[in-house]
């Protein structure tokens, strides 16, 4: 099982997130070939800001690792990072990050800064972008063009 299916995997957590009318993005955290943390955006739902996909999936792999760090993890997600997420992904020490589609507004892997790539921070991710990049853009992009066809 390699990126593909891991991302397809973060690709079918984004979908449930738009059925929530959540915006599509998924996260899933692997360890040694194994889905061990799986989450998506529900600010909305939960009424909090920090309810990211990426935060979801942290948390959910720490609780069923028993561990707030995840070394030799790998944290698959459809959307570049924001800078939120990148601190936690750091403080986690998750080992690498995959995603999808580049982030032109919030993503910090290179779009507006790169915060993985600064040397002074005590952690550092390997980040690979573009993982089926295409499907994860057009989730998100379908997503934003059906709100504007609803807005007044």
């Known amino acids: 099982?390699?990126?593909?299916?891991?991302?397809?995997?973060a690709i079918s957590l984004a979908q449930a997130a738009e059925c929530l009318g959540e915006v599509p993005v998924g996260a899933v955290v692997v360890l040694d070939g194994k889905i061990v943390g799986r989450g998506f955006n529900?600010?909305?739902?939960?009424?909090?800001?920090?309810?990211?996909?990426?935060?979801?999936?942290?948390?959910d792999a720490a609780r069923n690792l028993g561990?707030?760090?995840?070394?030799?993890?790998?944290?698959?997600?459809?959307?570049?990072?924001?800078?939120?997420?990148?601190?936690?992904?750091m403080h986690a020490r998750i080992s690498r990050v995959i995603y999808g589609?580049?982030?032109?507004?919030?993503?910090?892997?290179?779009?507006?800064?790169?915060?993985?790539?600064?040397?002074r921070l005590n952690h550092h991710a390997t980040v690979e972008g573009g993982v089926l990049a295409d499907e994860c853009s057009r989730l998100l992009s379908a997503f934003f063009a059906g709100r504007r066809r609803k807005a007044p």
């Open 101 to 119: 589609a580049r982030d032109a507004k919030t993503g910090v892997h290179g779009s507006v800064v790169d915060l993985f790539g600064v040397e």
């Open 1 to 9: 099982m390699g990126d593909e299916y891991f991302m397809r995997e």
């Open 67 to 89: 561990n707030y760090r995840l070394p030799g993890c790998e944290l698959y997600v459809t959307l570049e990072p924001c800078a939120m997420c990148a601190g936690a992904i």
């Open 42 to 59: 529900s600010p909305i739902g939960e009424h909090d800001p920090t309810a990211h996909a990426e935060i979801a999936a942290l948390r």
